[in-house]
Each structure stands twice: as structure tokens, then as C-alpha cells.
């Protein structure tokens, strides 16, 4: 089975953060007749890399980057946005501060999450 196959049935980091707002009191009077409703899709622990976070990284050989972790449509690595989608994003989500990812051939150490 190829990996574009196996990870298909993946569901997106913020699906239980949409299941929230979905059973929310918020969501059943939208339901029922209000006109609007603002979702906010802030982390539950703002210590751990998710969806919408930015994380700073430093490389084993010293290079020093910043990526946010964004939708597939808004991904521009070269402009600091990765793919939630992506090798790297998946391999940060979930990860805190002073871990250690794998980047290509090299490892990669959190430096910092900020979480907006």
C-alpha cells in the first residue's frame, strides 16, 4: 500500500477540536436559527506543537528555522508555512519544547512553540 494510500483515512489534527465546537452550546443555536458563529480553533495545550502553531527549530548542523503549521492551500515552505499534511508537520505535531524530530538525513531540535 502506498503512504499517499495508508495516511487517506487520516483525519486532520484539528477534527477533535471541530467535534468540540460542533457539540458546543454555540452550534445548536447556530442550528436553530443564529445568523452567525465564530469558532475559534486555539490549541488545547499551548505546549504542544499543533495545527496553527509556530515552531522554531534548530538543526543538527546549527541552521536555525521557523515554520507554522498551516492548511494545505496556505503552504509555502520557502515563506515559513508548512502543509499540516507534510512529512515535517507530522512529524512536529504533538512534540514539546526540547524534542527531537527527524528532518531528511538530520535530526532537528524545538527551540520554541508559539500557539495563536
Not at 7 to 32: C, I, M, N, Y
Request: aromatic content about 6%.
Amino acid at each position: 500500500m502506498s503512504k499517499r494510500n495508508k495516511d487517506k483515512g487520516r483525519l486532520p489534527p484539528f477534527v477533535p477540536l471541530l467535534k468540540e465546537t460542533l457539540e458546543s452550546p454555540a452550534w445548536r443555536q447556530l442550528s436553530h436559527g443564529a445568523k452567525a458563529l465564530y469558532v475559534s480553533l486555539k490549541p488545547s495545550d499551548p505546549a504542544v506543537v499543533s495545527f496553527g502553531c509556530t515552531v522554531a527549530l534548530a538543526r543538527d548542523n546549527g541552521h536555525r528555522q521557523t515554520y507554522r503549521i498551516v492548511g494545505e492551500d496556505e503552504a509555502d515552505p520557502a515563506r515559513g508555512t508548512l502543509s499540516y499534511a507534510s512529512p515535517v508537520a507530522r512529524a512536529l505535531m504533538g512534540k514539546q519544547v526540547g524534542d527531537t524530530v527527524p528532518m531528511g538525513s538530520s535530526g532537528a531540535e524545538i527551540l520554541s512553540i508559539k500557539c495563536s
